[in-house]
């Protein structure tokens, strides 16, 4: 069974860090292409971060570049999101996703659901001031 599992969630101060990990399971690494979206309440679904098995460098939203890094262990496969300097505007449910059988995140809509075939059920992160 195809299946992705987040964890990692929880509450930080403004300003804290944590790290996100989506593990893949019933599928390998050596082609992926895994996306972290979130939603926070009252607004819709926005992609956050692709990261793939091919692509030279990930994607990044304007609103965590430089904060958040998306990272993969291709031997426990498991993607990782680190974030830092968090604002109490992070405070979301994140969820990864993943093309299965895909090696490159979609180029010109990877930060777009309908691109995604599977989905987590996400990690609760909230952002205290």
């Known amino acids: 069974e195809l299946q992705l599992v987040e964890s990692g969630g929880g509450l930080v101060q403004a300003g804290g860090s944590l790290r996100l990990s989506c593990v893949a399971s019933?599928?390998?690494?050596?082609?992926?292409?895994i996306g972290w979206f979130r939603q926070a309440p009252g607004k819709e679904r926005e992609g956050v971060s692709c990261i793939s098995s091919s692509d030279s460098r990930p994607y990044y939203a304007d609103s965590v570049k430089g904060r958040f890094t998306v990272s993969s262990d291709n031997a426990k496969n498991t993607v990782y999101l680190q974030m830092n300097s968090l604002k109490p505007e992070d405070t979301a449910v994140y969820y990864c996703a993943s093309v299965v059988a895909v090696s490159a995140c979609p180029k010109t809509a990877w930060a777009m659901m309908p691109a995604y075939d599977l989905w987590g059920r996400g990690t609760r992160v909230a952002v205290s001031s």
């Open positions: 019933g599928f390998t690494f050596d082609d992926f292409a």
